[in-house]
């Protein structure tokens, strides 16, 4: 059964543009997609926003890896970790996958649990998130996200270690590594955006990480060279995500588009999911440059 049906598209009329715009432009889209898809965009300074399918869970691949890094600042603002801490990277350490430290980096390898941070967000690494997961634990990311109202935004276990480290079996085997939904991951950049987490230097950081992101397969593909993103994307066979601020004339733009059960499973750059992602985050700068002009 196809999942999207017109009961599951909301939208919230507001300045600079009626969100039926917004849903004519990105509506037909996801309707053509075979897949699940869901999608929240929200102007982060005038607040017109749409939702289609957005308050449905769903996995998140290598997305999850922004809630970490949040609970990874958070956590050295409380004193329980220290950014500085010197990670040692092991043999067993190395995982699959999207990074570089697995195919780049020598066992012994030393560096500060900052970097490997980076790492996990620029170049979406494995074995640099489960060294940032070694020192901040499974668990606290999903008790942060619960405490800031983002009940559905959980990481599972630890990435290609499902089997021995899941805190949750039954959200492991139907969202792989993590779960979450459109309109959550929003929220989270708009909190980001405003720097109500953790500190203004904290979020002005984690964006730098996040603008830095190295993915230009989803998003920012179909935007114009010179537009700044902060992102953070995901790609398992079956899902492809990606959420992030497009920032604009008339002010930043929280997007996020969430992919499942794609029928294209392809590791290509023209991979379908993939496509629609650039499609919409295309079709909200569109819209918002075009009321830039009236």
Not at 165 to 193: C, F, H, N, Q, W
Request: glycine share 6%.
């Amino acid at each position: 059964m196809r999942f999207l049906a017109l009961a599951a598209v909301a939208f919230v009329p507001a300045a600079p543009a009626p969100a039926a715009d917004l849903e004519a432009r990105i509506a037909p889209l996801a309707k053509a997609h075979k897949g699940k898809v869901a999608v929240a965009v929200k102007h982060l300074k005038t607040g017109g926003s749409f939702y289609l399918n957005a308050d449905a869970p769903m996995p998140t691949a290598s997305l999850i890896k922004l809630p970490v890094m949040v609970e990874a600042y958070w956590q050295a603002n409380e004193d329980k970790v220290k950014l500085d801490t010197k990670l040692t990277l092991a043999k067993d350490d190395k995982v699959p996958g999207s990074g570089v430290l697995t195919s780049h980096f020598s066992d012994g390898a030393t560096f500060p649990l900052k970097d490997a941070v980076r790492l996990m967000i620029v170049f979406s690494d494995n074995t640099a998130t489960n060294m940032v997961l070694d020192q901040i634990g499974i668990r606290a990311t999903n008790e942060r996200m619960a405490g800031l109202g983002l009940k559905n935004t959980k990481i599972n276990a630890k990435v290609f270690r499902g089997g021995t480290t899941s805190i949750d079996p039954a959200a492991t085997k139907k969202y792989g590594l993590g779960s979450t939904t459109a309109r959550e991951m929003v929220e989270l950049l708009a909190l980001l955006d405003a720097e109500k987490v953790v500190s203004s230097e904290a979020c002005k950081e984690m964006l730098g990480h996040l603008k830095a992101c190295d993915d230009k397969e989803k998003m920012t593909r179909l935007l114009p060279p010179d537009t700044v993103v902060a992102h953070k994307t995901g790609s398992v066979s079956a899902s492809r995500t990606d959420a992030g601020i497009i920032y604009l004339k008339s002010g930043p733009v929280a997007v996020c588009a969430l992919t499942d059960e794609n029928d294209d499973k392809r590791w290509v750059p023209d991979n379908a999911a993939q496509v629609l992602i650039g499609r919409v985050a295309k079709e909200v700068y569109d819209h918002f440059a075009e009321r830039e002009k009236k």
